[in-house]
């Protein structure tokens, strides 16, 4: 009977966190959602879609399930096909986000193949992605299909040989080691892998442009059927996989090159007088206060009603988590660094994520061939040699005592030479791609 009870707590406790890693997703896929819009019109206000606010988001989502539904009961079988991606997509991010650690303590699954295990998942989340995009549409090209995931495969191997740069750092490929070891080291891998992050970001970009960028469109806000029932489902599934990808791959941006749940200045250990509250220990709860009196201001100036609503649930939300984060630093030293830890995270992967958007919507998109010929001809043999210098600079600062500064600066420049020729040497055989229509 004990054994029993503790395979059910087990289980249970499975489920539970099953359910907070979906919500989780759900609220990234959202803020997401409002932020890129907001970001394209900043940018572009004529060519932005309209609806930024969470009630349209869930109102389009009700009316992409409905004509679903409808595409099932006429028993139109390749329906199901979106569905089936956009499972795939899903349940890749659970999987993935279930190895991650967002504190000291604070991860379902402490693998010693981390690393490897959540970019295999954020690969196939990104080509669950390819599979909607490319089914979501009667009569789509096979080749189309193929294209896009040539595309994004290429540009994933870039990426793959940059996040190598942070695990040569490291000496593992376990996502706790790899914290640990910028830790002791005293420095985040960005510090010391400056190239290895740009081109990461770069890879990401590119990448995720080929499944969720080009004329994926909502359903008609009227709330009216649209004429190809096929194009009514593929706003939510069609960038599902894109958007778990990114929500992935800032993880692993924030886990490789930020410092994971480290706090920025993580040496600095001062405490308040005659407390043993640390200083930065107040930084996340003034944080939430602050963010929670900013969206009340904007509530208080915005005439939409459902603006204002949202804004409000925002400060509330704000609100509470200031309330969590002000009590925690009463409680053991171990829940302060699990629960600040995780709050260190996830503003890294929010920061990450805005700059991700705010780069996305300014860079133009090109023909398939001129994407493909900058991974192969460029972002690829970039990132190798990149490898080659950040362990030609780990070599030298272990035997020649070259401190990392100077080891990183010399390196990069190395680097950034290579990159040079690389690019002027494509320039000189690239023939003209146009931008995308």
């Known amino acids: 009977m004990p054994h029993a009870l503790k395979i059910l707590e087990a289980v249970a406790i499975g489920f539970l966190d099953a359910i907070l890693i979906v919500a989780f997703l759900l609220a990234g896929i959202a803020c997401i959602a409002i932020s890129e819009s907001r970001i394209a019109q900043s940018h572009n206000p004529e060519s932005a879609q309209a609806g930024a606010d969470l009630s349209e988001l869930l109102h389009r989502l009700a009316l992409s399930l409905k004509a679903y539904v409808r595409g099932l009961l006429v028993q139109d079988a390749g329906r199901f096909l979106p569905l089936l991606a956009a499972i795939i997509s899903v349940a890749t991010g659970v999987v993935a986000f279930a190895a991650f650690s967002f504190g000291p303590a604070v991860h379902l699954a402490d693998l010693n193949t981390g690393l490897v295990f959540i970019f ?8 669950g992605g390819v599979l909607a995009r490319g089914f979501s549409v009667k009569g789509a090209p096979l080749a ?178 200031f309330v969590v984060l002000a009590g925690v630093l009463f409680a053991p030293a171990a829940a302060i660094a699990a629960v600040h830890g995780a709050f260190w995270f996830l503003a890294k992967m929010a920061a990450y994520i805005y700059g991700f958007l705010w780069l996305r919507a300014r860079v133009p998109q090109f023909r398939f061939g001129r994407p493909i010929r900058a991974a192969w001809n460029f972002l690829i043999p970039l990132a190798a040699i990149n490898l080659i210098c950040v362990a030609a600079a780990l070599v030298v600062r272990e035997r020649w005592d070259w401190s990392p500064t100077l080891s990183t600066f010399a390196t990069t420049v190395i680097a950034l030479a290579f990159a040079l020729w690389l690019g002027l040497h494509d320039v000189s055989q690239t023939t003209a791609y146009g931008v995308e229509p």
């Open 144 to 321: 189309g299909l193929a294209r896009n995931a040539v595309r994004a495969a290429s540009f994933e191997g870039a990426a793959a040989l940059a996040l190598i740069s942070g695990v040569i750092l490291a000496g593992s490929i376990s996502v706790k080691h790899v914290v640990e070891a910028q830790l002791d080291q005293g420095a985040w891998f960005f510090f010391l892998a400056p190239l290895g992050f740009l081109l990461y970001l770069a890879s990401s970009i590119a990448g995720i442009d080929s499944v969720s960028r080009r004329s994926i469109r909502p359903v008609s806000q009227d709330g009216e059927q649209p004429t190809d029932s096929h194009t009514a489902f593929r706003w939510p599934f069609g960038s599902l996989g894109a958007t778990i990808h990114l929500l992935i791959g800032a993880g692993l941006a924030v886990t490789v090159f930020w410092g994971g749940w480290l706090w920025p200045f993580a040496s600095f250990h001062d405490h308040f007088a005659g407390t043993p509250v640390e200083l930065l220990d107040a930084v996340p709860p003034l944080a939430m206060i602050a963010i929670a009196v900013y969206c009340r201001r904007v509530a208080s100036r915005e005439d939409d009603a459902a603006r204002k609503q949202l804004m409000t649930i925002a400060s509330g939300i704000c609100a509470g988590l």
């Open 120 to 127: 295999g998942a954020s690969f196939l989340a990104i080509h």
